[in-house]
């Protein structure tokens, strides 16, 4: 069974600049995350998706970043204008139905940088 | 809001020797307990869960216990191999934000040979 994938692997942009991470889910689950990870920290979750709609986004940046999951499979996180304070590891992750117990299952993440 | 808390620093220890990570939580309700590891190069990846009070959660030779009275999830191994040699988040579920993962920072843990 394929993974969680994740595209571009690495980014480097200065700040200002705009940048997208495309993420593509374990087929059939119907959750799908987006977490930042800063150095040294836990991951932190930036949105959740229920198929195509936003189900928690309350710790999403929005004057700065956006996301969609267009036919509730692929999604697209974007930043525009970015911060030095964006530069982290950005991480998807998905599962079957987004329940509290079920196991959430993480791609290798896009490490960004912004000078 | 919820919220877990991990021992500080990175971890060194010898092949063979007793691991122990901890983990303590705050939460308002009844949330389920992971651990995921990450190991070098590698995206997250569940190493073990428990979903109530008592249960134990075990894989790969690790355990933690769900303790409720003292609002704990220790991540334990009795004989380590370098292999192990990885980073451990502690998390948990919070039930009044719709589920989602609330990760501690994260402990390193190095393993010599």
């Known amino acids: 069974e394929a993974g969680v994938a994740q595209s571009p692997r690495y980014k480097i942009i200065e700040k200002r600049q705009s940048v997208a991470f495309w993420c593509n889910p374990i087929?059939?689950?119907?959750?799908l995350y987006w977490y930042q990870q800063i150095l040294g920290q836990g991951p932190k979750l930036l949105i959740q998706?229920?198929?195509?709609?936003?189900?928690?986004d309350s710790q999403l940046p929005k004057d700065r970043f956006s996301a969609e999951r267009l036919k509730g499979v692929d999604s697209t996180l974007k930043i525009q204008p970015a911060k030095l304070e964006d530069s982290a590891v950005y991480l998807c992750?998905?599962?079957?139905?987004?329940?509290?117990?079920?196991?959430?299952?993480f791609g290798p993440g896009t490490r960004l940088l912004v000078l | 809001g919820d919220s877990v808390t991990q021992m500080e620093g990175p971890v060194t220890l010898s092949e063979e020797a007793f691991l122990t990570i901890n983990c303590t939580y705050t939460a308002t309700g009844y949330p389920s307990l992971f651990w995921y590891v990450q190991y070098p190069g590698e995206g997250l990846q569940l190493l073990l869960k428990a979903t109530k009070a008592d249960d134990k959660g075990s894989n790969k030779g690790f355990e933690a216990t769900y303790r409720k009275e003292t609002t704990s999830f220790h991540l334990e191994k009795g004989s380590v191999q370098v292999s192990d040699s990885a980073v451990y988040f502690c998390a948990l579920s919070e039930v009044q934000g719709n589920n989602r993962l609330a990760f501690g920072k994260g402990n390193q843990v190095v393993v010599i040979p």
């Open positions: 998706f229920q198929n195509n709609g936003v189900v928690d």
């Open positions: 087929s059939g689950h119907a959750t």
């Open positions: 992750a998905s599962s079957l139905d987004g329940t509290g117990y079920e196991t959430q299952y």
